[in-house]
């Protein structure tokens, strides 16, 4: 893992003490709101609806047990025991007092953490495939690349005022698990056909209210010139977005609105000049990332019980077929532990689960964790002979639910329970998806299928890119929910068609079962998989199975 | 625009230290009850509230008026966005659902 450097330390520690300066003046009254408000959004601290939220940075969703540590001990002595774990692999406290968020950025700076660019416009957390630097389909380790990004950056005084939010995500799987096509900027590391490594860029994805897949602004990228590049989109972006209405503000639309091919023309030109001035400096740092990004000395041994245990435990064998992926070496599997137990809330974890996290992660892991940008937690490198013990340790810690990619496996934002921009609660609907599917005991028979529910349409809930996606809307002072099908969020990325008028809340539940047993009646069979039977099918036969009602109608 | 269609308003912000949910009681003082509150039927005199809670920036953030309802026991939230606030998140008991006892910072909250 990337270690601070010692400017690093400097910054982060600088940054926590102007902080709590400013939080004294604050609560002084030497500062107004209107003052205060932009200095405690750089370092990550909002107001929501009962309290301060504070969103901690998980630089490419990696972690190792002291950090995790912190965290659980943050969670527990300024919190409520709990973090939030969200979309953009990053944590959020719900409940910390003002007078006590310097210290818990003192906190997170001992183990070389921060908030800094979790909010604001700015370039955001850059997110990265969880899997990274295991999964067996990978070309390269994204993560490096990610850190560079991250130094260059924070605090880059360039972009530190942008028309609006921007966020990076980097993949270097061909599968892509970190949903690239939904950024402003994201990075696919590819090889051409000379071998050599390089990013195809892709510019102008997004969700919210008007969500778009990104778009190829190039296709391939030598590696040595990616920040030149990026400061160069970033820069233009940063000179065309427009500032006169926020929900035109994102590179998105200011690519539709210019064309792709005159954004790309403004960008090859700044591009042209910004690429002498950076003259190996990057590199260098960039080799210096890389060799802290060596991956772990994985051992070579037998199986031992893995697969006796899987024979004779019957979930444990539903655990390792739910939860573990590829890993890319001999013997080993990538665990993901689901932070889904039906009932429970989405990507919380307690300080208990995050410190059983950290043993775990010490013990068999290599010391590495990631989180998830569908809010589970990784254990990246286990050794297949030692997961029948993880998986024991895990249920001691209500960790061990088998369901990572099925339909009690759900994304929520916070919603309307904590956020103070939302229009609908999209917690409790998850809680009763899962619990409903799980008492009727279809899980696992459904297959793959992602549900993605957001609580208003800035979309942090990823609804769009949701097999099933719901968006939680006010109606009249009253929470309303409507349903989009077909969205995907990785390579094939596309964006789902809404179905039809809302539901209200105790209406949602019994409409997504409906579409569940709709889906059953029509796959072709028990591999076709919910987003296969809608692609091969088209959203008719599911729109009759949301509103019968009509068909009757229409019928009559 | 004629006064009987104003619906009923409360005066509502959040805490400055806690963060926590708070409404402008008939007396300048900041509760964290809402039944307690000022309930505010005339449209003229809820912008004045308004202003005043505005001005008491070194206590509160992000004053706004919100629809209220009257019963017996002092004035009610309407929408389920503010009944939200004045319980706390349904996933779990945290928040004023969670706690009846008086509040460290009470005295804070007391001066007028």
């Known amino acids: 893992m990337y270690q601070y450097s010692e400017f690093d330390d400097a910054f982060v520690r600088e940054r926590v003490a102007q902080f709590r300066a400013q939080v004294e003046r604050r609560i002084d009254g030497s500062l107004t709101e209107d003052e205060f408000k932009p200095l405690r959004l750089m370092n990550g601290l909002y107001l929501q609806l009962h309290a301060y939220m504070l969103r901690v940075a998980i630089p490419y969703g990696t972690l190792n047990s002291v950090q995790m540590r912190q965290l659980a001990m943050i969670a527990e002595r300024w919190d409520k025991g709990y973090g939030h774990f969200t979309t953009r692999q990053n944590i959020q406290f719900n409940w910390p007092r003002l007078a006590d968020t310097p210290d818990i950025l003192d906190a997170l700076a001992d183990v070389e953490m921060h908030a800094i660019q979790t909010s604001g416009n700015t370039i955001r957390n850059v997110t990265a495939d969880h899997f990274a630097g295991a999964a067996a389909d990978e070309i390269a380790d994204p993560r490096p690349v990610a850190e560079l990004i991250r130094q260059w950056s924070t605090d880059h005084p360039e972009f530190q005022f942008l028309p609006r939010k921007f966020k990076i995500a980097v993949t270097g799987s061909p599968n892509d698990r970190a949903v690239t096509r939904a950024h402003d900027i994201g990075l696919r590391m590819i090889r051409n056909e000379a071998g050599e490594a390089g990013f195809e860029v892709i510019v102008g994805g997004g969700l919210g209210r008007t969500p778009m897949i990104g778009k190829v602004i190039?296709?391939?990228?030598?590696?040595?010139?990616?920040?030149?590049?990026?400061?160069?989109?970033?820069?233009?972006?940063?000179?065309?977005?427009?500032?006169?209405?926020?929900?035109?503000?994102?590179?998105?639309?200011?690519?539709?609105?210019?064309?792709?091919?005159?954004?790309?023309?403004?960008?090859?030109?700044?591009?042209?000049?910004?690429?002498?001035?950076?003259?190996?400096?990057?590199?260098?740092?960039?080799?210096?990332?890389?060799?802290?990004?060596?991956?772990?000395?994985?051992?070579?041994?037998?199986?031992?019980?893995?697969?006796?245990?899987?024979?004779?435990?019957?979930?444990?064998?539903?655990?390792?077929?739910?939860?573990?992926?590829?890993?890319?070496?001999?013997?080993?599997?990538?665990?993901?532990?689901?932070?889904?137990?039906?009932?429970?809330?989405?990507?919380?974890?307690?300080?208990?689960?995050?410190?059983?996290?950290?043993?775990?992660?010490?013990?068999?892991?290599?010391?590495?964790?990631?989180?998830?940008?569908?809010?589970?937690?990784?254990?990246?490198?286990?050794?297949?002979?030692?997961?029948?013990?993880?998986?024991?340790?895990?249920?001691?810690?209500?960790?061990?639910?088998?369901?990572?990619?099925?339909?009690?496996?759900?994304?929520?934002?916070?919603?309307?329970?904590?956020?103070?921009?939302?229009?609908?609660?999209?917690?409790?609907?998850?809680?009763?998806?899962?619990?409903?599917?799980?008492?009727?005991?279809?899980?696992?028979?459904?297959?793959?299928?992602?549900?993605?529910?957001?609580?208003?349409?800035?979309?942090?809930?990823?609804?769009?890119?949701?097999?099933?996606?719901?968006?939680?809307?006010?109606?009249?002072?009253?929470?309303?929910?409507?349903?989009?099908?077909?969205?995907?969020?990785?390579?094939?990325?596309?964006?789902?068609?809404?179905?039809?008028?809302?539901?209200p809340a105790e209406e949602i539940v019994p409409a997504v079962e409906r579409l569940v047993h709709a889906y059953l009646d029509l796959r072709s069979g028990r591999r076709e998989t919910f987003l296969q039977t809608y692609r091969r099918l088209g959203i008719g036969p599911f729109k009759a199975a949301l509103y019968p009602e009509r068909v009757d109608a229409n019928a009559a | 625009m004629s006064r009987h269609r104003h619906s009923p308003k409360v005066v509502t912000a959040n805490s400055l230290l806690e963060g926590d949910t708070v409404w402008l009681t008939a007396d300048d003082r900041w509760t964290r009850n809402i039944s307690e509150a000022e309930f505010l039927e005339d449209e003229a005199v809820a912008e004045d509230r308004l202003l005043f809670a505005i001005s008491q920036h070194d206590i509160v953030v992000g004053a706004y008026l919100a629809d209220a309802a009257s019963s017996g026991n002092g004035p009610v939230p309407v929408h389920v966005r503010e009944t939200l606030r004045t319980k706390g998140p349904s996933n779990y008991f945290h928040g004023k659902q969670q706690r009846e006892q008086p509040l460290a910072l009470a005295s804070h909250f007391e001066r007028a």
């Open chain 1, 218 to 503: 190039r296709e391939f990228l030598p590696r040595a010139d990616l920040l030149p590049y990026l400061e160069a989109i970033v820069s233009v972006y940063n000179a065309l977005g427009r500032r006169d209405n926020k929900y035109k503000a994102r590179i998105k639309i200011t690519v539709a609105e210019n064309g792709l091919d005159e954004f790309r023309a403004r960008v090859d030109t700044r591009f042209r000049h910004l690429r002498s001035h950076f003259r190996g400096a990057d590199q260098a740092m960039l080799e210096r990332i890389e060799r802290a990004f060596a991956p772990p000395a994985f051992r070579s041994a037998p199986l031992g019980r893995y697969e006796t245990v899987r024979e004779t435990d019957p979930a444990f064998r539903s655990w390792t077929d739910a939860n573990l992926a590829p890993h890319r070496a001999e013997g080993y599997a990538i665990v993901t532990v689901s932070l889904k137990a039906h009932g429970a809330t989405p990507g919380d974890a307690t300080s208990g689960q995050m410190r059983a996290l950290a043993d775990l992660a010490e013990r068999f892991g290599h010391d590495e964790l990631r989180i998830s940008h569908e809010q589970n937690v990784i254990l990246p490198h286990v050794h297949r002979s030692d997961l029948p013990e993880v998986h024991s340790i895990l249920g001691e810690h209500g960790l061990a639910t088998a369901n990572v990619g099925l339909i009690s496996d759900i994304i929520a934002c916070p919603g309307m329970d904590y956020c103070a921009l939302a229009t609908a609660r999209s917690i409790p609907i998850a809680q009763e998806i899962a619990r409903r599917f799980d008492a009727l005991k279809l899980e696992h028979g459904i297959g793959e299928l992602k549900i993605k529910i957001s609580g208003c349409i800035n979309a942090c809930g990823h609804h769009h890119v949701g097999h099933i996606g719901i968006l939680g809307l006010d109606r009249a002072g009253v929470e309303n929910y409507q349903v989009t099908l077909g969205g995907d969020g990785t390579e094939t990325a596309a964006i789902g068609e809404r179905a039809g008028p809302g539901f």
